[in-house]
């Protein structure tokens, strides 16, 4: 593929502007030494799924785990819906449900598939692929685990924003997230999906 002047300049000035995004640890250490008037601002990031970066971060770590777990051995004795989640194969996911699997059998720990992801969290299983598919195949998002926590509670206390938001979306009780669980969230990003969402 050739590359054109338009396009080397086009992604240049792309470049240029992710760049600004990357603090530098240089001035974030040297700070303190120098005088207020001659410190550099940062530039504010706000965390979000439709950050450029995080985009491209989330896709390279998804892609590493999809690609290690096909050499993971699996239990032969795992039914075929949970042997495609532990495989992190969606077209095995499909399948099973396909040919009548229950989105909503447990594993030995208790959980669901769906409460499974949410504690696994979105690197693993990306929203718009095999979380989405349970969801749309019937997958109770009210489910409670072991300890009495709905998905919704298991992805925003575990970190898994994008998740919990996939949730939300999706219609999960909101009433779930009690004054308990929102004191308990230590994510920034799942304290916005609180705040954003008015949870």
Known sequence: MALTAASMQCSSAKLAQHRSFVPSTKHRATAAVRPASSRRRATVVRASSDNPARQVLSGLVSGIYKATSSFQEVDPSLPPLWKGLK??????????????????????????????????????????????????????????DSSGKTALQVALLSGWQNIAELLIKSGASRGAVTADVKAAITCPDCKRIVATYNL
């Open 87 to 144: 495989k992190l194969d969606m077209s095995a996911a499909q399948a099973a449900l396909r040919d009548g699997a229950d989105p909503n059998t447990t594993n030995a720990a208790g959980d669901t598939p769906l409460l499974y992801i949410a504690r696994e969290g979105h690197y693993k299983y990306p929203p718009s692929e095999i979380p989405a598919l349970l969801i749309q195949s019937g997958a109770n998002m009210e489910a409670k």
